[in-house]
């Protein structure tokens, strides 16, 4: 019988999960091992940060917060690929990329921790990039919708998505691939495969064998990648980031990692997965991975891990006293930021609860 | 200067703004060649090309979000859902972003988006094209509401939902979309989003719409008139931000009201203008507020649609009663 379309999906890999180098094809910017030790750098960073997250919600000081615990190649992979201006779309957990694009700790304490200031990223060039995005898979189509922007404009600049696996589920997932392959947007969607949305595995959000070649239904280049090898993630991230800014078409990229910590802290992960599944996870830390790899090249070792650090822990410490310090915004705050001008009615309603805090009611 | 309809009212208010600020779009399905399944966005693509006129693939999701992301990136776009009843898979994207965005940012990203949507029954529509679901939307802080109900209105308040720098449902009411034609000069001049239209001045008693309705309305108020009855009629126009400043007025001066609403009855925006006078004018009133509305049912398939739909007669007769009670 004749073949009216076939596919494959390549799945890339540098580093095995011992920290060896299984590929000799590395990548330009992993030939420079400066460029890796820096993103090295980011992801201890990463992990302080959530390490420091987690203890600050237990003892009370944060709200629920979602770990990115075990994701940490992905992330910073994903963030290093693009330019300045580009924009990012994440969910609510990326924060490695995030911190990448100048999105400050105290930024996520802040929001996790009940303030909407935390969403008003300062720093450039986080500053136009998409909030944290709460509702699965929404996302995706305001970087789509921004892609489309992008062409309208005749801008080189390219939106990336990050969606989850139980994301790429989603309407709005398959909406924004679907429209950025048939009017062929500079978008890409990067799946992180964490292999669990909350409860429910990875198995039973699709029968589809990889999630990338969700992305050759949409007209899209697709590849699979080993989300806790930052070189792979960084090399197929680019690739798909300068082919879709040279008008060539979007991609779906699909991270293959490990949620190590619970969904979020409001989350009891042993509830639903096996002690085992999770020991065994851990054998493919991203972290000690890139380590491993970056000691074998003599770029890395104890005393510069131990100043690294030492070095983050300062800049959380510093981070953590921020968001600590910051107090409360005024109650008119609720009010400010609903629209542009607030309506008469609007005003009215301000002034009673200004009123109320002074007491006189 | 031709007179024009009401939809064509929304053409020229498109193709105005679309043509004075390069980043106005206009997004969604069969918006493009066809011009749209009413012809609201008729001649658009050959003045402004397919990428201002952009048909999106058949998916109100992604109209939305797009719509969102566009808006983002500083872009203006005007979405259309065909129909106000396939306007329900975009609300996720509507409410819980664009009517967010500013808020969840402190102001630094924002939606000036205008979410279109034909609104209302009448027109012999099968099921799911014919329904009056503003409600909806009226409770969602940060967004406005709008329904005109002429031409002149039509081009004018679509103008200044555009520009708004806040996402705005425009909701046209599709049943007097050809109704009749008037004289609307194509100047750019944008009518005010936070007032209440007053369309006829009264003494007995005010008649309080929007939307189609407002035509039956007028006709109540001629009918009321011949049995010596002073009816106000007031178009609401933008429900939200809602100007009950000039309701108030009205009810202040005539001391009788009946709300008129073609949606259900039952939490209806009407509620919200009858809570209002209750709070702030019960002392005015000289009877009970009235309110004619659909039934709490679903709009019927179209042999009984108009059963649903209020009636001149039943304004009249509820008007009738209200000044019978005080």
Known sequence: ?361 | MAAITLIEGVTQALAYEMKHDPSVVVLGEDVGVNGGVFRATQGLSDKFGEWRVFDTPLDETTIAGLTVGLAAQGMKPIAEAQFEGFIYPMMEQICCHAARMRNRTRGRITCPAVFRAPWGGGIHAPEHHSEANEHLFTNVPGLRVVLPSSPARAYGLLLAAIRDPDPVVFFEPKRIYRQYKEEVPDDGEALPLDVCFVLRDGTDITLVTWGAQVKECLEAADALAHEGISAEVIDVATLTPLDFDTIAESVQKTGRCVIVQEAPKTAGFGAEIAARIAEECIYDLLAPVARVSGWDVHTPLYRLEMKQLPSTARIVDAAKRTLAAG
């Open chain 1, 1 to 361: 019988m004749p073949i009216a379309a076939k596919f494959e999906i390549e799945y890339l890999q540098y580093l095995d999960p011992e920290g060896k180098q299984v590929r000799k094809d590395l990548p330009d910017f992993a030939r420079d091992i400066d460029q890796l030790v820096e993103l090295y750098k980011l992801m201890v960073s990463t992990r302080v940060f959530d390490t420091k997250s987690i203890a600050l919600q237990r003892t009370g000081k944060l709200g629920t917060y979602a770990s990115c615990l075990g994701h940490e190649a992905t992330h910073v992979g994903i963030g290093s690929a693009l330019k300045p201006e580009d924009v990012l779309a994440p969910s609510y957990r990326e924060y490695g990329a995030q911190l990448y694009r100048g999105v400050r700790p105290r930024d996520v304490y802040m929001y996790w921790g009940g303030d909407e200031r935390g969403n008003d990223f300062q720093n450039e060039p986080a500053k136009h990039d998409f909030a944290w995005s709460v509702p699965i898979g929404t996302q995706c189509l305001h970087a789509a919708g921004s892609a489309l922007a992008f062409k309208i404009r005749r801008e080189k600049r390219v939106a990336v998505c990050t969606i989850g696996d139980g994301g790429s589920s989603k309407a709005d997932f398959y909406g924004a691939i679907n429209v950025a392959g048939a009017r062929d947007l500079p978008l890409v969607a990067a799946i992180v495969n964490n292999q669990w949305a909350i409860s429910v595995p990875r198995k039973i959000q699709s029968g589809a064998r990889t999630l990338a070649q969700k992305g050759i239904a949409a007209g899209l280049y697709c590849i699979q990648v080993d989300g806790n090898d930052i070189i792979a993630v960084k090399k197929a991230m680019t690739d798909a980031v300068e082919r879709a800014r040279a008008g060539q078409g979007g991609s779906v990229v699909e991270c293959v990692t490990y949620r190590l910590g619970d969904h979020t802290t409001a989350d009891d992960a042993r509830r639903y997965r096996g002690k085992e599944e999770v020991e065994d996870a851990w054998t493919k830390d991203p972290v000690k991975r890139l380590r491993t790899w970056l000691e074998s090249k003599k770029a890395w070792n104890k005393k510069k891990e131990d100043k690294l650090q030492a070095e983050c822990d300062d800049w959380m410490d510093n981070e953590v006293n921020a968001y600590l310090e910051t107090k409360a915004q005024p109650v008119t705050a609720i009010f400010d930021y609903t629209f542009a001008e607030l309506p008469a009615d609007l005003l009215k309603q301000r002034d009673e609860a200004m009123a109320l805090e002074k007491g006189a009611h």
